[in-house]
């Protein structure tokens, strides 16, 4: 059993044996290593601001991600590299292509989120050679700027991706066989204890390791991404101890697709569970870009966003629409469960004590059937869900509802089917007066609150109306549903 963390900082090795389990990235940066160019903004993974690079081994290859330092922990980091600006400058002063791209494009006012945009673009650089109009703007969506305006910023990133130079010079790309081979020497399938006082932070060496630990620790925190837990530390001052570290873990991080669905472990990030879904099932990669910014893609995961039961999570309820199935592994083994399921009421779901998500299967749509997912929030992108309904529905031969599946979120103290609902419309002629009665059906399946992000009047009225768009776009005017002649 081993008692520090170790990691790459831009290019020094950094071995830590003084980890609280609630320190995050960004303190570490700027308070022990005053790496200052890494900004404080909003503290909760909205602004972008204190936007680094992560890099991670997986399947053997070195990844590069943006992602939030301050709610990334710092005890998350076990076998990484982190870069910061500071880093992308030569020793002469000499500014990367991205840097000097924003300087001539007039990209900064303030300048005090110019370092987040840089680091964003960087990104972009790394992983997308060409990238159009589209792709920078998703790569930007979780930087937001106050003064500037975008369009500069933009202008940089399509000018320094045309006159791309030679690459030789690139701190990263010259030095990306070494760093492979560092963070090969920091591998280790021995399980990391570091203790702070009373508190204690664990990285699991395996996922065996995992349900040992689990078991002796059946209250502990486990952290995978952190998107949600981040802000647990820093908007409520919550302690987390003891914490468990899982984001390593590559056996939870496997995707395997076969001819009738997919099962995603419960360490995909979004943006790895994008690249499967959004070629197979359209609609889910719609939804996953409306998931924050592409730094809360990089490091939120599917298996989190399920496994914290919130009333809002975005995946549970096209996920039950679609029917899927949960998987949950012990130290006494496993057992599978209807993912509708596992929600047994607010804060509380279907977990034994010692008990984690190990993955989730979701079947594809039936060839035929029509899928719709609505995300309802008061700016488009990079915001919190007030209502989100997910509509499946299969029709026979003469016309009628041969099965409809409807889940929402934010309409109850879990994801929820409007089971009532349902029961009027199955066996029905899908048609307007059939729709139209149905409606009423809400006010059996849901009681909303009100809170700042929607009035209950609000909710309620909204997932009638929904019920209503997703019918009048499966008789001819389409905008966001998908009809599936099969999945490639």
């Known amino acids: ?81 982190v870069v910061t600006v500071e880093h992308l400058a030569a020793r002469n002063g000499t500014l990367h292509p991205v840097q000097q791209a924003m300087v001539d494009y007039h990209g900064s006012q303030c300048g005090f989120c110019t370092p987040g945009f840089v680091m964003s673009l960087y990104g972009l650089w790394l992983s997308n050679e060409k990238p159009g109009r589209a792709e920078i703007e998703k790569a930007l969506q979780g930087n937001l700027c106050r003064c500037t305006g975008y369009e500069p910023i933009v202008k940089a990133a399509e000018a320094v991706s045309r006159a791309r130079p030679s690459t030789l010079f690139d701190p990263l790309e010259k030095t990306r066989s070494e760093i492979v081979s560092r963070l090969w020497a920091m ?160 804060g509380k779901q279907d977990r034994k004590p010692g008990e984690f998500v190990e993955s989730v299967f979701m079947p594809y749509p039936a060839e035929g059937s029509q899928f719709a997912v609505y995300k309802i929030t008061k700016r488009r992108d990079e915001d919190i869900t007030a209502v989100l309904g997910a509509f499946y529905l299969t029709l026979d031969e003469a016309g009628d509802v ?3 599946r409807i889940a929402f979120g934010g309409m109850a103290g879990t994801p929820k089917r409007a089971r009532t609902v349902e029961s009027d419309l199955i066996g029905k002629p899908w048609n307007e007066e059939t729709v139209d009665r149905a409606r009423d059906a809400f006010d059996a399946d849901f009681q909303p609150l009100t809170d700042w992000r929607a009035t209950a009047e609000y909710r309620q009225l909204t997932a009638k109306n929904l019920l209503r768009r997703f019918y009048l776009e499966t008789v001819g005017t389409p905008v966001e549903l998908k009809r599936f002649e099969g999945v490639a």
């Not at 984001?247 to 395997?256: V, Y």
């Open 1 to 81: 059993m081993k008692d520090s963390i170790r990691f790459i900082l831009n290019g020094e090795d950094i071995t830590l044996s003084d980890v609280h389990p609630s320190e995050m990235l960004l303190d570490f940066l700027r308070l022990r290593r005053r790496l200052t160019g890494t900004k404080e903004g909003c503290a909760e993974g909205d602004c972008g601001a204190c936007t680094v690079l992560v890099g991670r081994l997986l399947d053997g290859k070195l990844f590069y991600e943006t992602v939030n330092a301050c709610i990334r922990l710092l005890g998350s980091l076990n076998g990484t590299h």
């Open 187 to 346: 591998h280790t399938r021995e399980t990391i204890t570091i203790v702070s006082g009373e508190d204690r932070l664990i990285v699991p060496g395996s996922v065996e390791a995992l349900a040992r630990v689990l078991a002796d620790e059946p209250q502990a925190t486990v952290i995978a991404g952190s998107t949600d837990v981040g802000l647990w530390v820093t908007k409520q001052m919550r302690a987390l101890s003891p914490a468990i570290f899982i984001n390593h873990l590559n056996e939870l991080q496997a995707i395997k697709t076969t001819d009738g669905g997919v099962t995603i472990g419960a360490g995909v990030t979004y943006t790895k569970a994008f690249e499967i879904l959004a070629p197979k099932v359209p609609t889910l990669g719609d939804l996953i870009n409306r998931i924050g910014g592409e730094q809360v893609r990089n490091m939120g995961t599917i298996g989190g966003n399920i496994a914290n039961g919130s009333p809002i999570g975005d995946s549970p309820p096209p996920l039950i629409a679609l029917g899927a199935t949960l998987k949950l592994r012990s130290a006494t083994g496993t057992r599978m469960l209807r993912l509708e399921d596992y929600f047994v009421e607010y």
């Open 402 to 404: 041969n099965d409809i």
